[in-house]
């Protein structure tokens, strides 16, 4: 598995971080087979937040690896917080608390990174300051990082957070890559050069903070996945035709196309399926071509001008 240094910090991630959003819907069995498969493909990066199963995802994690001071040096893990029933806080009261729950549920001293889970309205630059100065300084949180955020909130942020920004987690695909086609349709009367995000994508690569697409797979917010889909035949044409030559699965080559970008991102997997797990995983051994790249671009429907 190919690696990269996350954002500005010396720490080393593999380019495929493993989502565990939906553990819990593994038995114990299946979440250690999981897990072991993931450790076993060099993938022992995991993301975690707290309303993941409502905790119960980070539980299920930590006793299917059978957590210990031994097997928590093998990973690195990242969870995130700010996210309540109704509401967004980044209160420094909330941050702290969720934490504390974090690391009790994962049965671990500290988190690897902590990302701020969408923005919250009513922040205070200060206060989050505060959380994130006392959960270094105990040695809870060795990074930080934000989820959902453009280059002005965390502009914001760092106005008063001393600690570096590491990684931006979002949502980008094949599909879902406007944050990509604003770029290329700069000055164009198009609905792909409405600049959704204030330039994010450039924002990070010019501050070294790592992206990390999450739902890779999707298309929409939600509305399923775009590979094997009727809704998607051209794209999905592109995409098996490459797959064939390069004797890997469809998969492969979606989570292959984020990295081709020279953003150097680490995509996000979601999946809960062992076998699709280390198709994701073949993607660090996988490089398009920059004409692949496009035809697989175009192919979705994105347009070039």
């Avoid at 995991?46 to 980070?58: L, Q, R, V, W």
């Avoid at 309540?84 to 690391?103: C, N, P, T, W, Y």
């Avoid at 695909?173 to 000055?187: E, L, P, Q, W, Y």
């Amino acid at each position: 598995m190919k690696k990269i240094k996350l954002g500005v910090s010396t720490l080393e991630v593999p380019v495929i971080a493993v989502g565990c959003m939906r553990i819990n819907s593994l038995s114990r069995a299946e979440a250690e087979r999981f897990v072991r498969t993931s450790m076993e493909q060099e993938a022992n990066f995991f993301d975690h937040a707290d309303i993941y199963g409502s905790g119960t995802c980070e539980e299920i994690f930590a006793d299917a690896v059978g957590m210990n001071a031994s097997i928590r040096e093998q990973m690195i893990l990242q969870s995130k917080c700010g996210i309540r029933k109704g509401q967004f806080d980044f209160s420094k009261e909330h941050i702290l608390a969720s934490v504390d729950g974090i690391l009790s549920r994962l049965k671990t001293d500290y988190l690897d990174i902590l990302l701020l889970h969408r923005p919250d309205a009513l922040v205070e630059p200060e206060e989050v300051a505060e959380a994130f100065d006392a959960l270094e300084s105990s040695g809870k949180v060795r990074h930080f990082g934000v989820s959902n955020q453009n280059p002005m909130q965390i502009q914001l942020l760092k106005k008063s957070v001393k600690q570096p920004i590491v990684a931006n987690q979002l949502q980008l695909s094949i599909t879902n890559a406007n944050m990509i086609s604003n770029g290329i349709n700069v000055n164009m009367e198009n609905e792909s050069a409405i600049n959704r995000d204030g330039s994010i994508l450039d924002y990070c690569r010019l501050n070294d903070i790592t992206v990390q697409p999450w739902s890779p797979f999707q298309y929409g917010f939600f509305e399923g996945v775009f590979l094997g889909n009727d809704k998607f035949p051209e794209l999905n044409k592109a995409i098996d035709e490459i797959a064939e030559k390069y004797e890997v699965s469809n998969t492969t080559i979606a989570i292959a196309w984020l990295l081709r970008h020279p953003a150097r991102m680490q995509p996000v997997t979601g999946t809960m399926n062992v076998e699709r797990l280390i198709d994701c995983c073949r993607a660090s051994d996988i490089r398009l071509t920059r004409e692949e790249w496009y035809e697989i671009y175009r192919a979705a429907g994105n347009i070039l001008p």
